[in-house]
């Protein structure tokens, strides 16, 4: 008798205890709804990529010497040299050069290795299209330049993924129109400018 | 019946738009914003979407069972809304045996699930099936138990005279106080029977895609999607009927127009006692609503065997012994626990 009663108790024990803990968990929950959000609002809201992002490849077709270093430096030979052996000036002469995006790694080995500079890493990142062909750029679709995140009006740029501002550890209670970590672009240039005068000043006295 | 459709209806546009704000909120997100005010649409554009989309029946599948499932599922929920009184006179049909009716009509809504999950011919949608009907019939008796105590407390089935029986002293006659073990049975029982988050495994899509919804697409998934947040607005209804005192307004309104001198049979009065009487059934039923979304974001899921471990070796007991309790106490204190 005596030793059901405490089994009785025992469990009783262990369910308060159950309930106590998700008590606990439900006051967290509750504690994140009074938080700032972290998310970066993105058609509108877009993250300034850092300055070595490796995003879509850039090519210019008259710097190449199709020497084709960006086939074998490549993991999967995926850069097309397309080009002909010119006998007057006995040079190749560069038809097409084509780099299929959607088999492409970013690994960023040939724009590492290429001898005239004429691959380079753009930050574009937006490559959806509806048919996978489309990823398929030729010499035309890989000089075009991206359109920067700053210049765009509609796109409202991000510094960091920071979602506090600077030293601020506690997402409560923040005050209305408070700002995440880090400068804009136009801010900087602004301070640069600001602080040029100032400078001139110093040199001419 | 064109009133309850309505009623329910917004009802689900509502329940639709606190969960994704309750759940964007607890996950430091925004939540839906640009589909009308605060995202006050987005239920509806999800709603025309799914009636837009074209109706597949898929080529082994029981095509009569695969349509009657979904309805089957839907229609009871929708009928169980005749029984939720939102003031004295404010219910569709004041049956005397009101409360037993929810009961029943919840009882066929697994036929619905199994129906669904057995034509559907895929395996994940049968498992699907199969743990909703488990898992409704499991929960059904600790639901109907923690009920009976309830019942016994009033004698009475009927939904208005459970609330009336509460009505005397404000929140202090409430049932939450005398049946405090009762209300949450009732509350965990009626989140397995909506197959709310810590009891979601019928349609666990981490682990059986999406149950005995996996083959269903456009509107009759819509009805499934449908039946589910009117059955949980309707839960929480019953609850705030059962064990919140329903309509009544904290402090009675006869005494506070009372003290303020007012004649309980002035027309005014009367106009304004029944608006906060559908006021204050709607804000508990949704204030339950958000308490369940926000039981969703804290609480992981259970596992089957433990599911069936709560039901059976927990709650039954229980619940049991909240009954027999129930009993004693109203034997021994009638004038407080109903003579």
């Avoid at chain 1, 089994?7 to 709804?33: C, N, R, W």
């Avoid at chain 1, 959607?102 to 048919?131: K, Q, R, W």
């Avoid at chain 2, 304004?272 to 992981?300: D, E, H, N």
Wanted: aromatic share 12%.
């Amino acid at each position: 008798m005596l030793n059901f009663l405490k089994q009785v108790g025992d469990y009783a024990k262990e369910t308060v205890q159950a309930a106590k803990y998700i008590g606990q968990g439900l006051s967290v929950t509750f504690d994140h709804m009074k938080r700032r959000p972290v998310t970066i609002q993105y058609p509108y809201e877009k993250l300034i990529p850092s300055e070595r992002y490796r995003g879509r490849i850039h090519f210019e077709f008259d710097k190449c010497i199709s020497c084709e270093v960006c086939v074998r430096v490549c993991p999967i030979n995926l850069p097309v040299v397309d080009w002909t052996f010119d006998k007057a000036t006995k040079k190749k002469t560069l038809d097409h050069y084509s780099i299929d995006f959607g088999v492409c790694i970013f690994c960023g080995n040939c724009v590492e290795y290429c001898p005239t500079n004429c691959l380079s890493m753009t930050e574009e990142y937006e490559l959806a299209a509806y048919d996978r062909h489309e990823l398929n750029y030729d010499s035309v679709a890989l000089g075009r330049l991206p359109y920067k995140v700053t210049d765009d009006p509609m796109v409202t740029p991000m510094r960091e993924l920071a979602y506090l501002p600077k030293g601020v550890v506690d997402p409560h209670d923040l005050p209305e129109g408070s700002r995440r970590a880090g400068k804009l672009p136009q801010e900087i240039l602004a301070e640069i400018e600001a602080s040029k005068p100032a400078k001139t000043e110093q040199a001419s006295d | 019946m064109l009133l309850i459709l309505i009623a329910a209806t917004i009802s689900i546009f509502i329940a639709v738009w606190l969960e994704r704000k309750v759940s964007a909120a607890a996950q430091q997100r925004i939540g839906p914003e640009y589909i009308g005010p605060l995202g006050a649409l987005q239920a509806t554009a999800d709603g025309i979407k799914l009636i837009f989309k074209e109706d597949i029946n898929p080529a082994k599948a029981d095509s009569i069972l695969f349509t009657l499932g979904p309805a089957l599922v839907v229609i009871p929920v929708f009928i169980s809304y005749l029984v939720v009184p939102f003031g004295q006179n404010m219910v569709i049909t004041d049956l005397g045996i009101g409360i037993f009716l929810w009961i029943a009509l919840s009882s066929i809504t697994p036929i619905g699930f199994l129906m669904s999950g057995y034509s559907s011919n895929n395996k994940y949608s049968l498992l699907g099936g199969l743990r909703a009907t488990a898992q409704s019939i499991s929960y059904e008796i600790p639901l109907a138990l923690a009920v009976l105590a309830v019942v016994m407390m009033s004698n009475s089935l009927s939904t208005v005279d459970i609330v009336n029986q509460q009505a005397g002293y404000g929140i202090l006659s409430w049932n939450i106080w005398r049946q405090p073990v009762g209300f949450i049975l009732f509350w965990i029982a009626a989140l397995a029977e909506c197959e709310r988050l810590p009891f979601d495994l019928p349609e666990a899509e981490e682990e059986i895609v999406a149950g005995y919804q996996t083959e269903y697409g456009g509107m009759k998934f819509g009805l499934f999607y449908v039946g589910s947040y009117v059955n949980l607005v309707l839960s929480a209804m019953l609850v705030s009927v059962l064990y919140l005192g329903g309509w009544s307004f904290p402090v009675p309104v006869e005494v506070l127009a009372g003290t303020l001198g007012i004649s309980e049979t002035t027309p005014w009065l009367q106009v304004i006692t029944a608006a906060l009487g559908i006021m204050m059934t709607l804000i508990k039923a949704y204030f339950l609503v958000f308490l369940a979304v926000l039981l969703r974001w804290t609480v992981p899921r259970v596992r089957i065997d433990q599911l069936l471990d709560l039901g059976w070796k927990f709650l039954l007991p229980v619940a049991l012994v909240n009954l027999l309790l129930t009993a004693a106490l109203k034997l021994a204190f009638p004038f407080a626990f109903g003579g």
